[in-house]
């Protein structure tokens, strides 16, 4: 199946709001219908950062399993919840150990995480992105005890190699699924050459996908596709298309990213499809649509 990507879709992030992208979801009725545009277009995963209905973050365990319901009752899709915080008190994740959706993302480490502003010369934000190697153990002990996937988020190469004493101890188990995020101010650089290193050097039968921060999504996703690797897109990391329109939806960019594998030559994995590649467990499920 090394010609089948699997496309995840992630839909809203942490930080951007509707004032920078009207089609950011906010509220349970957005959530169930981006997830459902992003299916159709031909997302098989969707990860998600849980909004209040006024579009503020939430870490609230009952608001993550609300919005799971809600997109499980208009289409089959794979469920990734983020466990990315600046709140100490949730770093733990109660979320994913009480829904268990299929996979559970999980940053590799430590870094200064930024985004900066060339025109006005100065931050937009700027803070240390602390992921300590006891609380990533803590998560994956969880998520293994909970037959919860890891996602394992790397935002540089030090990240990567930080899998091999996890693996030594027991608290990952090959075959690994890597998101290999690229353009963070403080992280790899987005190139494709960058991205080929990344990926060289992950450990044999590994999954990846590229997960490409603003305009260097479209470039990035183009070297994935040539390299055998998977793709995330969403508004979450980029609002606009290939041509500079911003997208009315998600739907939108998993559509341009659709056409872009088939384009290469290779072909969009179902949900069915991207379970076995990621190595979830194949059920049926079926939609209230």
Same mark, same amino acid.
């Given at each position: =199946?090394?010609?089948?990507?699997?496309?995840?879709?992630?839909?809203?992030?942490?930080?951007?709001?509707?004032?920078?992208?009207?089609?950011?979801?906010?509220?349970?009725?957005?959530?169930?219908?981006?997830?459902? #545009?992003?299916?159709?277009?031909?997302?098989?995963?969707?990860? +998600?950062?849980? #909004?209040?209905?006024?579009?503020?973050?939430?870490?609230?365990?009952?608001?993550?399993?609300?919005?799971?319901?809600?997109?499980?009752?208009?289409?089959? +899709?794979?469920?990734?919840?983020?466990?990315?915080?600046?709140?100490?008190?949730?770093?733990?994740?109660?979320?994913? $150990? &009480?829904? #268990?959706?299929? +996979?559970?993302?999980?940053?590799?480490?430590?870094?200064?995480?930024?985004?900066?502003?060339? $025109? #006005?010369?100065?931050?937009?934000?700027?803070?240390?992105?602390?992921?300590?190697?006891?609380?990533?153990?803590?998560? !994956?002990?969880?998520?293994?005890?909970?037959?919860?996937?890891?996602? &394992?988020?790397?935002?540089?190469?030090?990240?990567?190699?930080?899998?091999?004493?996890?693996?030594?101890?027991?608290?990952?188990?090959?075959? !690994?699924?890597?998101?290999?995020?690229?353009?963070?101010?403080?992280?790899? $650089?987005?190139?494709?050459?960058?991205?080929?290193?990344?990926?060289?050097?992950?450990?044999?039968?590994?999954?990846?996908?590229?997960?490409?921060?603003?305009?260097?999504?479209?470039?990035?996703?183009?070297?994935? &596709?040539? !390299?055998?690797?998977?793709?995330?897109?969403? !508004?979450?990391?980029?609002?606009?298309?290939?041509?500079?329109?911003?997208?009315?939806?998600?739907?939108?960019?998993? /559509?341009?990213?659709?056409? =872009?594998?088939?384009?290469?030559?290779?072909?969009?994995?179902?949900?069915?499809?991207?379970?076995?590649?990621?190595?979830? /467990?194949?059920?049926?499920?079926?939609?209230?649509?």
């Amino acid at each position: =199946m090394n010609d089948k990507v699997v496309i995840t879709c992630a839909m809203s992030g942490a930080v951007t709001s509707r004032a920078q992208c009207p089609a950011i979801p906010y509220s349970l009725d957005d959530y169930a219908s981006e997830a459902k #545009r992003a299916f159709e277009a031909g997302a098989a995963v969707v990860h +998600i950062h849980a #909004r209040d209905d006024d579009g503020q973050p939430s870490y609230s365990p009952e608001r993550f399993a609300a919005i799971g319901d809600a997109i499980r009752r208009v289409c089959p +899709i794979i469920l990734n919840f983020s466990t990315g915080t600046i709140d100490p008190e949730v770093k733990l994740a109660p979320h994913v $150990k &009480l829904y #268990r959706p299929e +996979i559970g993302a999980v940053n590799m480490g430590s870094m200064n995480y930024a985004k900066y502003n060339s $025109k #006005r010369k100065s931050w937009v934000f700027n803070f240390v992105f602390e992921n300590r190697f006891d609380d990533i153990q803590a998560l !994956l002990t969880m998520m293994n005890d909970s037959g919860v996937k890891p996602e &394992l988020e790397c935002f540089d190469t030090g990240h990567v190699h930080s899998v091999e004493p996890l693996i030594d101890m027991g608290f990952l188990k090959p075959p !690994l699924d890597f998101s290999l995020v690229m353009g963070v101010v403080g992280g790899i $650089k987005a190139t494709a050459r960058h991205l080929a290193f990344q990926a060289e050097n992950l450990p044999p039968e590994s999954t990846w996908k590229v997960v490409g921060i603003s305009r260097d999504q479209w470039t990035l996703c183009a070297a994935a &596709l040539s !390299l055998g690797g998977n793709v995330r897109v969403g !508004l979450e990391d980029n609002f606009y298309l290939p041509n500079g329109e911003m997208a009315r939806s998600n739907g939108d960019l998993v /559509a341009k990213a659709t056409q =872009m594998a088939l384009d290469t030559g290779r072909s969009i994995a179902t949900v069915a499809e991207a379970r076995r590649i990621l190595g979830l /467990a194949v059920v049926e499920q079926k939609a209230e649509v």
